[in-house]
């Protein structure tokens, strides 16, 4: 099929030559380890923390276990402050903690958690701050540790989308207490499923290393009621592999992003994310924001015209969390205190961005954009 016509969707996973996973699989075959910490599962952990430069890191078999176990590391109760905008399992993971999430409203530019809302937020029952680093956009890392310093709160950061980020020459995964990557499908590196835990200490990798495994220390002491929530030798293969291609992939990211900025920049009532100060960003997300009355046509019109031409956008994220029912109740689900967060929601596109994604295509989007806006010509 001409490429034209072809089904765009939001994104499609990089994977490698089938040819360079084989090897690997009659290893796996020949030496009968598939999970539990095997050779490849430990040769995945040392390269990574390398290629990113980050001290520890624990695999996990998805980001959702791994948010799930870092809050049970760092023995996380009470009130959590979050965002609303998000994925749902940044919150899910607190809900499956028994802990109350709190919502604060984010700030406009990046989209990110906004420091200057959190103290306001913080009660007696705080323990800590569930950031996200939203589009892979570093969130302000610096106040945010700052105040978590003075009230004594944990920060525990949702780094999904931040794979490879740098901020101020270091890995944005170096900053707060745990930082928890994704390594799905949809995400800029990826093991079909999979997650990390990034932590600073050896004895905090230790007790996450514990906490995925059950809680297994030794072959017969169980110090903690943990998880099974490991990645296989399968998985930790294809991403040895997957590191390869790393960097050639944001590359071509960059170009697609580049492309969409252009053809973007004179058409009123869409914008486009700024990348944000000392950050060397992945390209992970491209949204665009739609204000209805510039550009002359409704976000969900556009949407919908994108799918007639076969473009398959998302709104990440509407709705918000903050709207879904086991949320909509919590007093800091109100519309009135999450005001940016619920603004943005209708106004968000992600437009598809991935590697192998062709400038014909990315044009194609393009017209369809152009050609709906009312400032066109
Ligand atoms: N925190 C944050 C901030 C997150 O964004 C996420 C995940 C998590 C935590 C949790 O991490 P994990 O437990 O997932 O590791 C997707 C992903 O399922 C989800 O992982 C991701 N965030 C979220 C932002 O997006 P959907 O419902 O949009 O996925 P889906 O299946 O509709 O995929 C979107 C498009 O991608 C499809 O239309 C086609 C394409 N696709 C997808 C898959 C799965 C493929 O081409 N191949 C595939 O295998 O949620």
Not at 54 to 64: E, H, Q, W
Not at 135 to 140: E, I, L, T, V
Not at 288 to 300: A, H, K, L, P, T
Not at 329 to 353: G, H, M, W, Y
Request: one cysteine or more; hydrophobic letters at 40%.
């Amino acid at each position: 099929m001409n490429n034209l016509n072809k089904p765009i969707y939001v994104t499609q996973p990089a994977l490698p030559e089938l040819e360079e996973f084989i090897p690997y699989l009659e290893q796996i075959w020949e030496n009968k380890i598939l999970t539990n910490n095997g050779p490849f599962h430990q040769q995945l952990e040392k390269e990574l923390s390398d290629f990113l430069g980050v001290p520890y890191i624990s695999l996990f078999a998805n980001g959702t276990l791994a948010l799930i176990t870092a809050l049970q590391a760092l023995r996380i109760t009470g009130e959590v402050i979050t965002t609303p905008y998000s994925f749902v399992a940044t919150t899910h993971a607190l809900w499956w903690n028994n802990i109350k999430p709190v919502f604060v409203d984010i700030e406009p530019e990046y989209c990110n958690l906004d420091p200057e809302k959190i103290e306001s937020a913080i009660t007696p029952k705080t323990t800590a701050i569930l950031p996200v680093h939203v589009y892979g956009n570093p969130c302000n890392v610096e106040r945010i540790q700052e105040i978590a310093d003075i009230y004594g709160l944990k920060v525990i950061y949702d780094a999904a989308h931040a794979f490879g980020v740098r901020y101020k020459n270091v890995n944005v995964c170096n900053y707060g207490d745990l930082s928890v990557l994704s390594f799905h499908a949809t995400k800029v590196f990826n093991t079909m499923e999979g997650g990390a835990i990034i932590s600073h200490d050896a004895s905090a990798k230790q007790r996450v290393d514990y906490l995925k495994n059950f809680g297994f220390a030794s072959e017969t002491r169980v110090i903690a009621p943990g998880i099974n929530s490991k990645m296989n030798e399968m998985q930790a293969a294809l991403g040895l592999l997957q590191i390869k291609n790393h960097e050639s992939n944001i590359v071509k990211r960059k170009k697609i992003r580049d492309l969409y900025r252009n053809k973007f920049a004179n058409i009123s009532g869409l914008s486009t994310l700024n990348i944000s100060e000392s950050t060397e960003d992945n390209a992970a997300y491209f949204p665009i924001f739609i204000d209805e009355n510039e550009y002359g046509v409704s976000r969900d019109r556009l949407y919908d015209t994108l799918k007639q031409h076969n473009i398959f956008s998302r709104r990440y994220f509407y709705p918000l969390i903050a709207d879904f029912p086991m949320y909509k109740n919590l007093s800091s689900a109100i519309p009135d205190n999450i005001k940016t967060a619920k603004r943005i929601a209708e106004q968000v596109i992600c437009l598809p961005i991935y590697p192998s994604l062709k400038m014909n295509q990315v044009n194609r989007i393009c017209t369809v954009i152009g050609n709906n806006s009312s400032s066109r010509g």
